[in-house]
C-alpha cells in the first residue's frame, strides 16, 4: 500500500531530491507491478522482504531507499535502516515533499526552547537547525521550474 501511495504522489508531481532518487524512481516502477501474495511459509515472506522494489522505508524525518552496499548505517548483518545510526551524508536518502514538512516541523519544535537553552545546548540546537534548513534549502533548489517562476 506504501509503495502505491508513493507511486501515486510521485505521478501527482510530489517533488523528491537527494542522492537516492534514482533508486526511489525505478523501484516505484518495479513495485507497480507488485499486486501482493498471500504468505503461506517463512520462506515466501522471506523472499518477499528480500525484494529491493518494497525495501522504501520511510523515517521520521527522511525516506530511506536500503541499498545495503551503500548503507551508512549498516552494522553486522541487518538489512534494514537502523536509524539511530542515520547520518545525514547516506547515499540511500531521497526526501520527498512529505519529508520536508516534517524537517520544517522539527525545525520549529526545536526553535521553541532554544532561547532559554544554557549555551552548549543552545548551540547544538542552533547547528542542528541550521542543517536541517540547508535540506529544505538544497531540497527547493532542486525543484524544477516552471515558466511561471
Known amino acids: 500500500e506504501q509503495l502505491h501511495d508513493d507511486a501515486r504522489r510521485a505521478e501527482a508531481g510530489e517533488h ?26 517463512k520462506s515466501q515472506a522471506r523472499t518477499l522482504l528480500a525484494n529491493p522494489a518494497l525495501n522504501i522505508h520511510h523515517g521520521e524525518l527522511l525516506t530511506c531507499v536500503w541499498r545495503e552496499a551503500t548503507a551508512a548505517c549498516r552494522q ?49 540546537t542552533e547547528e542542528r537547525i541550521t542543517r536541517l534548513r540547508g535540506i529544505i534549502d538544497a531540497h527547493e533548489a532542486a525543484r524544477p521550474r516552471t515558466e511561471a517562476q
Request: positive net charge; contains cysteine; glycine residues 10%.
Open 76 to 124: 553486522g548483518d541487518r538489512d534494514q535502516p537502523d536509524w539511530g545510526r542515520c547520518t545525514l551524508s547516506c547515499a540511500n536518502i531521497t526526501w520527498t515533499d512529505r519529508d520536508i514538512a516534517s524537517v520544517r516541523a522539527r525545525i520549529e519544535d526545536l526553535g521553541v526552547g532554544a532561547s532559554v537553552m544554557p549555551a552548549p545546548l543552545r548551540q547544538r
Open 16 to 41: 523528491l531530491s537527494g542522492p537516492a532518487v534514482p533508486h526511489y524512481r525505478e523501484r516505484l516502477q518495479a513495485g507497480g507491478t507488485f499486486t501482493g501474495l498471500t504468505l503461506t511459509s
